[in-house]
C-alpha cells in the first residue's frame, strides 16, 4: 500500500503515516530504506489490520517516472481536448513545424512534439516536478525532518512577509505557462520566453540569500545546520538552464 509519512519522532523512532485517508503508527524497526524516515516520505507499507509491519521508502526515481508519465498523459489530454475545439483547416501551411500552427490549423500531439523537440517537452516536464513535486530544501530540527518545494518556499516567504516571495510565485507561474508562447505566437522572439524559469530559480536563490542575510549574522551562521538544499532544487536548476539554453539556440537559428 502507498503512503506518506506525515508526523516522525526521531527520539523514540515512532512515526504516523496516511493512506487512504487512514492513519497508521509505525516503528523504526519496521522501517527498510537507507536514510531515516522524514515527513512527507512517500512509502510502501505492509498493515496487518492496524499494526504496521514494514515500511519502505519509495526512491525519488521512482516517483520522477510516475510524475512524468501523469503529466505527459494530462498533456496529451489537453492537446486534445485544444485540437477538438479548433476546426481543422485545409489550407494549413506546409512550414507548421517550423512556424508553429496556422490560425485555425489542427494541433495534434505529434505536431507539437515536431515543434519543439523531446528534449524541450522533457525538460519543461522535469522543471514542473522539480518545483512542484520534490523538496527543494529540507529543514532539520528536534530529530524531525521538513521538506518544502521551490513553489511552497515562495508560499511560505510570501505569508512571512519577506521580500521576493511573491515575485518567485509569480515567475514560476510564467515559467509553466512559457511553454505555449512558441506554439501560438509565430515569432522567433517566442522561443525567449523560455528563459523565464531560469530566471524565477534564479531570484528564488537571490531571496532566499537576502531573507536569510536579513536576519543576523548569529542567525545567518547556523541556517547551514538547519536548511539543506535537496534534489528539487537541483532538478530545477537544471531543467531550467536547459529550456533557457534551448530557447536562445532556436531564438538564433532562426535568425
Do not use: C
Not at 138 to 158: E, N, P, Q, T, V
Not at 198 to 212: G, R
Amino acid at each position: 500500500m502507498r503512503g506518506k509519512i506525515i508526523q516522525y519522532n526521531g527520539a523514540d523512532g515512532s512515526g504516523t503515516l496516511v493512506a487512504e485517508g487512514k492513519q497508521y503508527r509505525f516503528a523504526l524497526t519496521s522501517w527498510r530504506g537507507d536514510s531515516a524516515p522524514a515527513i512527507n516520505k512517500t512509502v510502501e507499507f505492509v498493515a496487518d489490520g492496524d499494526a504496521v509491519t514494514a515500511v519502505t521508502a519509495v526512491g525519488d526515481d521512482v516517483l520522477l517516472k510516475e510524475k512524468a508519465a501523469e503529466l505527459g498523459g494530462k498533456f496529451g489530454a489537453s492537446l486534445n481536448k485544444l485540437r477538438a475545439s479548433i476546426p481543422a483547416s485545409n489550407g494549413a501551411s506546409s512550414d507548421a513545424a517550423a512556424n508553429g500552427p496556422a490560425p485555425g490549423g489542427a494541433i495534434t500531439v505529434n505536431s507539437v512534439i515536431e515543434r519543439y523537440g523531446k528534449l524541450t517537452l522533457g525538460a519543461w516536464v522535469l522543471f514542473l516536478l522539480g518545483t512542484l513535486a520534490f523538496n527543494a530544501v529540507s529543514m532539520s530540527m528536534m530529530g524531525a525532518s521538513i521538506g518544502k518545494s521551490l513553489f511552497d518556499i515562495a508560499s511560505l516567504m510570501s505569508q512571512m512577509g519577506a521580500g521576493g516571495g511573491g515575485m518567485i510565485k509569480v515567475l514560476l507561474l510564467v515559467g509553466y505557462a512559457s511553454i505555449a508562447v512558441p506554439l501560438f505566437w509565430r515569432d522567433r522572439r517566442a522561443w525567449l520566453v523560455l528563459a523565464v524559469p531560469l530566471l524565477a530559480v534564479l531570484w528564488a536563490i537571490f531571496s532566499t540569500i537576502h531573507t536569510i542575510n536579513s536576519l543576523g549574522d548569529q542567525v545567518s551562521s547556523g541556517m547551514g545546520d538547519v536548511f539543506h538544499i535537496s534534489f528539487g532544487f537541483y532538478l530545477s536548476l537544471a531543467a531550467a538552464l536547459v529550456l533557457a539554453g534551448l530557447g536562445v539556440k532556436r531564438f538564433l537559428s532562426a535568425a
